[in-house]
């Protein structure tokens, strides 16, 4: 059994794992990370689970690394390890879906970031505050941010370390969706299950196929498309059956 920084829920072909230390608002350190990383282990080879959402528990998503950890100079396991656990968190086959309310700053940021996409709360506030505290990113923000926003709004945020709200979040491509707070697990439920109704096995394709070809010239995905499609899911005759009422 785990411990309790990292809680997994799991739902109806979905899981729910939330960062579990609200009484430091989340706050980010080696042991959150090592617990992060034993669940995406574990979901690396869950089957049944078509879509992963992660979360913060009580008032927020994430206020960052803990600074008291930086300070204190934290052992991390080796170079480079947190960026590796978020690596391996963004490779899962299945999507993963960062669902911020409150504050998400700097570390919480390059956490969400290594989710596929962000969905935010309307009280969510943003920042990249590195350049504040005379801090350098190691878990992707110099790469992911720009692939997210642009690279002269990630500078705009990196340079200035400015706070900004979800509805600014959402104009700069931050953030896909605002929704008012309190229906935000209702939300999150309902996206997530839109999304675990449809093929685990085109989910893991289609993510491959995205991670692949990000970046490259069009010529050279579209023919990347063509040579490594992996065609068609083992329950593709059964869905199609099914939706067209012969399956009954």
């Known amino acids: 059994m785990m411990g309790e920084l990292v809680v997994r829920e799991n739902r109806d072909g979905w899981v729910l794992l939330t960062l579990n230390r609200p009484e430091k608002l989340n706050a980010l350190t080696v042991d959150v990370f090592r617990e992060l990383r034993a669940h995406v282990a574990d979901l690396k080879r869950a089957s049944d689970v078509r879509c992963v959402v992660l979360r913060g528990a009580g008032k927020c998503f994430s206020a960052g690394h803990d600074l008291a950890d930086i300070a204190s100079g934290e ?7 947190h960026s590796e ?3 391996l968190m963004e490779k899962l086959p299945m999507p993963v879906i960062a669902a911020v309310h409150g504050h998400c700053y700097t570390g919480a940021l390059e956490v969400a970031l290594a989710c596929d996409f962000i969905i935010a709360a309307d ?8 350049a504040k505290w005379a801090l350098t990113p ?3 923000m110099s790469q992911r941010l720009p692939r997210r926003v642009g690279v002269a709004t990630a500078k705009r945020l990196m340079f200035t370390a400015d706070m900004f709200d979800a509805a600014e979040a959402l104009r700069i491509g931050l953030v896909e969706t605002v929704v008012p ?4 697990d209702s939300e999150i439920a ?3 299950g839109r ?4 093929s685990g096995f085109s989910h893991a394709a289609n ?4 991670d692949a070809t990000d970046g490259q010239a069009l010529d050279a995905g579209l023919q990347w498309e063509v040579m490594e499609n992996e065609g068609v899911g083992p329950d593709m005759r059964e869905r199609i059956a099914t939706f067209t009422g012969k399956g009954r």
């Open 123 to 130: 009280n969510a506030r943003f920042g990249d505050t590195h």
């Open 138 to 140: 190691i878990w992707g």
């Open 181 to 184: 707070i309190d229906q935000f």
């Open 75 to 81: 052992e991390v396991p080796s170079r480079g390890w």
């Open 85 to 87: 656990t978020l690596r």
């Open 207 to 210: 993510k491959r196929l995205l």
């Open 190 to 192: 309902a996206l997530a």
């Open 195 to 198: 999304i675990a109704a449809n």
